[in-house]
Nanobody
Framework: EVQLVESGGGLVQAGGSLRLSCAAS????????IGWFRQAPGKRREGVSC????????YYADSVKGRFTISSDNAKRTVYLQMNSLKPEDAAVYYC???????????????WGQGTQVTVSS
């Protein structure tokens, strides 16, 4: 059974940092890209970042470049999203997802976690 389990969300003040984790199981980790997406109330799901497990290539949405960093520990089958300089507009439910194809378009992703809430106070 494929499972993606996010953790690390919470409440942080603007300018602060959080690190999200995504623990994956039930599929061949090295064959997949892992992406982070977010969705705020009333807004579309947005691709934030993606990492290709096989070669470590990283991709970021323009809105988070220079502030967020994605990384992967393949031995632990875990992907991290380090979020620095958080802004109120970063508040959302953050999801990790797995895709054979990768990228920042949510339609390319086959498996999803349950999400973790990130709240940023101004």
């Amino acid at each position: 059974e494929v499972q993606l389990v996010e953790s690390g969300g919470g409440l942080v003040q603007a300018g602060g940092s959080l690190r999200l984790s995504c623990a994956a199981s039930g599929f061949t980790f090295d064959d997949y890209a892992i992406g982070w997406f977010r969705q705020a109330p009333g807004k579309r799901r947005e691709g934030v970042s993606c990492i290709i497990s096989s070669d470590g290539s990283e991709y970021y949405a323009d809105s988070v470049k220079g502030r967020f960093t994605i990384s992967s520990d393949n031995a632990k089958r875990t992907v991290y999203l380090q979020m620095n300089s958080l802004k109120p507009e970063d508040a959302a439910v953050y999801y990790c997802a797995a895709s054979i194809r990768g990228g920042l378009d949510y339609v390319e992703y086959d498996y999803w976690g349950q999400g973790t809430q990130v709240t940023v106070s101004s």
